[in-house]
């Protein structure tokens, strides 16, 4: 999205064209609607809640206009799945420079409706068909929702961990690549709230075996496992207000946000751990009535494990 075109989206715009088939179609069903006006069957104007479910439905999903995506009821879900791959350690040339090598990539989707009921204003004939209408002369629905939520997650797109031999020692690498859409229709003022994110990750760790200390512990010298990490994440996120009757859509909230968190741990005894850390957040917002922030923490920590007393 961009403010450049107004945060226009492919969705939207084929929800607002798709408005007009799904109110064909539902017309097709309804012997009470009779004629049409301005490409809307009788009855089933542009803000009728069936029309506007059913458009929102097809154009989110890339449905065709059918009962199960006209019908939120009937709609079946997309699958869920992860994929995780591990097999690129077996090839010889591979094993002489990774120890370990993942490849992962996962989605999950859901489709949610809140605060259904059913209307008691809605009438019905001997042959099932809505009659009677409101005030906007729409047929009003056998059920009335509130709202309509779909999420969409890559958790990752695309990413890997490894584990590198380097001198005999261990470097570890990630990185990933994660996108996420929530789209929620209300039915209330007729408009869809939606929440656009892309993240990277960025991660990486080496462990040294052995780093001896310049000083000594009671005569003894001090030789122990050193972990290094850092981690770095940015994240892109934006919330844009799309109007169905007006056509309009308003970005509301949205920000840009680094972070960068590092640490130094070194195992001074069995029990006594020392680390030190570095932690850095820097958001900034992507509208005027918000201002950039940063965090920073840094410091020295100190654990004593009593575990083995």
């Known amino acids: 999205l961009s403010k450049d075109n107004g945060?226009?989206?492919?969705?939207?715009?084929?929800?607002?064209?798709?408005t007009t088939a799904v109110s064909e179609f539902l017309g097709g069903q309804n012997a009470n609607s009779i004629g049409s006006l301005n490409g809307y069957a009788n009855g089933y104007g542009k803000s009728q809640q069936e029309v506007v479910i059913g458009a929102f439905m097809s154009a989110y999903t890339n449905g065709k206009v059918n009962e199960r995506t006209v019908n939120p009821f009937n709609?079946?879900?997309?699958?869920?799945?992860?994929?995780?791959?591990?097999?690129?350690?077996?090839?010889?040339?591979?094993?002489?420079?990774?120890?370990?090598f993942v490849i992962r990539h996962g989605y999950t989707s859901t489709v949610s409706m809140a605060g259904v009921q059913s209307n008691l204003n809605a009438v019905f004939d001997s042959n099932g068909d809505a009659s009677a209408r409101d005030l906007n002369n729409n047929f009003i629905a056998a059920n009335n929702v509130q709202a309509v939520t779909m999420t969409e997650r890559f958790s990752p797109?695309?990413?890997?961990?490894?584990?590198?031999?380097?001198?005999?020692?261990?470097?570890?690498?990630?990185?990933?690549?994660?996108?996420?859409r929530s789209a929620t229709?209300?039915?209330?003022?007729?408009?869809?709230?939606?929440?656009?994110?892309?993240?990277?990750?960025?991660?990486?760790?080496?462990?040294?075996?052995?780093?001896r200390l310049p000083f000594k512990i009671n005569n003894n010298k001090?030789?122990?496992?050193?972990?290094?990490?850092?981690?770095?994440?940015?994240?892109?996120?934006?919330?844009?207000?799309?109007?169905?009757?007006?056509?309009?859509?308003?970005?509301?909230?949205?920000?840009?946000?680094?972070?960068?968190?590092?640490?130094?741990?070194?195992?001074?005894?069995?029990?006594?751990?020392?680390?030190?850390?570095?932690?850095?957040?820097?958001?900034?917002?992507?509208?005027?009535?918000?201002?950039?922030?940063?965090?920073?923490?840094?410091?020295?920590?100190?654990?004593?494990?009593?575990?083995?007393?």
């Open 75 to 100: 709609t079946m879900p997309l699958p869920n799945w992860t994929v995780n791959y591990n097999g690129l350690t077996k090839f010889e040339f591979m094993k002489k420079y990774v120890k370990n």
């Open 157 to 180: 797109l695309i990413g890997f961990d490894a584990t590198w031999n380097v001198k005999n020692q261990g470097l570890i690498t990630k990185f990933e690549i994660k996108k996420d």
């Open 7 to 18: 945060y226009e989206s492919k969705h939207f715009n084929n929800l607002l064209t798709t």
């Open 222 to 309: 001090i030789e122990n496992p050193l972990n290094i990490r850092f981690d770095f994440t940015f994240r892109d996120n934006i919330t844009v207000v799309r109007k169905v009757v007006e056509g309009t859509n308003q970005a509301t909230a949205g920000q840009k946000v680094v972070s960068i968190k590092s640490s130094i741990d070194y195992n001074l005894t069995n029990s006594l751990l020392i680390q030190f850390y570095y932690d850095q957040v820097i958001t900034t917002p992507k509208i005027a009535t918000s201002y950039p922030t940063g965090n920073l923490s840094t410091g020295i920590r100190i654990r004593f494990n009593l575990g083995g007393l």
């Open 185 to 211: 229709l209300s039915l209330n003022n007729n408009q869809v709230t939606e929440v656009l994110g892309n993240e990277i990750v960025i991660g990486t760790g080496y462990k040294f075996a052995k780093v």
